[in-house]
């Protein structure tokens, strides 16, 4: 009884917790499930099922648990954004370089699964998928660009799996999924020049927008033998309303996610590989809307959508869609210590169209970890990824004004988790 009064309530503190904190990345998703995965790049994490994190990757691990297991955790994802060497409508030097749009956020995790016999398990967890925020300076010229882009999801999920035999289980897990958003642009001198409008005018201004939807996800678990095993994975993400107080909506499609992970421990030695491909579909992302628009806080924007006869305001993005290869090595060093590290290329979701509100291009991942078994029940997780990205070109021209600029984007992770099994 005490043990489940304790697991509610840390359940409440980490739910709480993900409601007041923001979820910052270079991208938009986000790889905040465990500190074990980040310490190896995720490499095998639909799979691996070293502890109770494994079922936000793959429901059908949960099988390979005999005890009931709780994680709980967080990750510190610190972002380096950097935009630089812009023009504004062909004249260099107006924009100036800035390197403070990005920032530091935490995003906490737990995630508990309950075998109920040596066919069925149960789990419910909470984490986040996706997030970004970049945010402009007000005095940035070019601010029908740049601006604010916050876009944060906390997901709460309840999930099951069942074995089938003792080579295959599968799994089945549903996704409430909460979310905020603001999107706020403004005219620069130029626009609003152009408009008859002085500068800073609001050209949309979305602010705190909210609302749920919900998804699900499914996987398999083939086991070979207790050294080797493979797990695929689907999530299904829906398209994602939010509102604001003012009754303005802002949508934005979440892509579905499928990934296939392996995980090979080395006969007669103390070293395991595993590896996993990850597709997401960013090409479900093609624009933001927005709508009802509020004329008062969005002036220019319900301006163009009556011009176009319309009640939305439209933001092409065009994404395409993504892909992780990871791949990555543990060393269970000896009965108190493990060690692992990992290697991640992660492909851009952006192809053509390109925006300095949020960053992208290909990236990789440098990771590496340790676990530190406290004692024969429980344990505690480390975890460090730097994510290099590269120099992207980028021009804008949807407003009837001209950016072009380089964009970088690099960022931190650092995770931390402890482990429980009862």
Known sequence: MNKTRLF???LLAATIALSTQQAMAAGFQLNAQSATGLGRAFAGDAVIADNASVMARNPAAMALFDKMSLSLGFESITTMIEVKDATYNGVPGVVG????????????N???IVPVNDKFAWGVNAYTNFGTKTEFSSSYVA???GGTTDVKSFNLGLAGSYRANEHLSVGLGLDAIYGQGTFQRYAGSVLGGALGAPAGTPLVDVDGADGWAFGFNVGAVYELDENNRFGLAYRYSPEFTAKDDEGQEITLPLPDIAEFSGYHKIDNTQFAVHYSIQWIGWGDFDNIEIDNLDATKSPIATQLAALQGSSKYTKAYAWQDGWHYSIGGTYYLNSDWTLRA?????TSAQDDVRSISVPDSDRQWLSAGFTYNVDSASNIDFGFTYLIGEDIAVTEDSAQTVLTATTRADAVLVGLQYSRSF
């Open 8 to 10: 509610k309530k840390t």
């Open 342 to 346: 990992g290697y991640m290329y992660d």
């Open 110 to 112: 737990i995630h508990l």
């Open 97 to 108: 370089d800035t390197d403070d749009v990005g920032g530091t956020s935490i995003a906490p």
């Open 143 to 145: 601010s029908e660009y």
